[in-house]
């Protein structure tokens, strides 16, 4: 296995650093830290350590989460491995200029706290190489515009867990559509949500889970 091809296979298994015991089949092995570091060393590109590495594990994480042959808690550490690679490329992504994919901005909103799903949701889109703009919980109307107009072309994702929140969300995408303008890119989810409520709404998109999430944003912003 190529060293990239390591890096995104301990993505994927949730292998964070070399003294991190799990997964226990790969105790005292490289993790995701120093292998990024050698490849870092190496010579091979940021870029390319992001993209055949991390965001490659990523995807494979994607497709398994949407499969459902891996579940949250497994997400949750891989999420660890994925960030131990970035803090080590991100700042030479940054002084070479590699721009993201695309922004989501996303938030819980009003009235709502859970932001668990909705973490996950920002994780995972930011795993395969967004920039995310992660406005928090109970975020008014106000605040998801504001966002929008200082990120122009960026996708706006709104997670609700309550039946009672839902509603909320097309009170934000009406006044997304009256200020960005009506080509605006939205997406909803959240467990109540389904598409014929996205469509009610006026969403763009839905996504049921947060694997679905990144496929249907790549499809959305058209850099699938
Ligand atoms: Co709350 N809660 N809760 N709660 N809570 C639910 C949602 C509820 C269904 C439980 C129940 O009664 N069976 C119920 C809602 C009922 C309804 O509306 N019809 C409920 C209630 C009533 C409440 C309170 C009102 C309880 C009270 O105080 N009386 C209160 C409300 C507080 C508020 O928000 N104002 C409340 C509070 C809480 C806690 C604070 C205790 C906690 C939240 C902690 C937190 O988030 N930091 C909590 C929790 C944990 C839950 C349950 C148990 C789990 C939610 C969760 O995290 N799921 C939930 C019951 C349940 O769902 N079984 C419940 C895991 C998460 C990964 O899934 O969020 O669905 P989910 O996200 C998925 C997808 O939906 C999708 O991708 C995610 C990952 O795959 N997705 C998106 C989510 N956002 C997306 C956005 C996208 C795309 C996909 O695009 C932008």
Redesign the pocket.
Known sequence: MGLLEQIAHCVVRGKANKDSNYPPDMKGQPGVLELTRQAIEEGIPAVEILNQGLVAGMNVLVQKFRDCEIF?PDIMISEKAMKAGMDQVRPLLVAQGVKPLGTLI?GTVK????????N??AMMVGGAGFEIVDLGVDVSREKFVAAAKQRPGAIV???A????TMPGMKTIIDALKQEIGPNVVT??????VTQDFANEVGATGY????GS?VIKIKELLKVA
């Open positions: 949250l996303i009235g709502d706290m859970h932001d668990i799903g909705k996950v949701v994702g709104m997670s867990l309550l039946t009672t997406i909803v989810g959240g467990a109540p996504a049921p889970d947060a999430a």
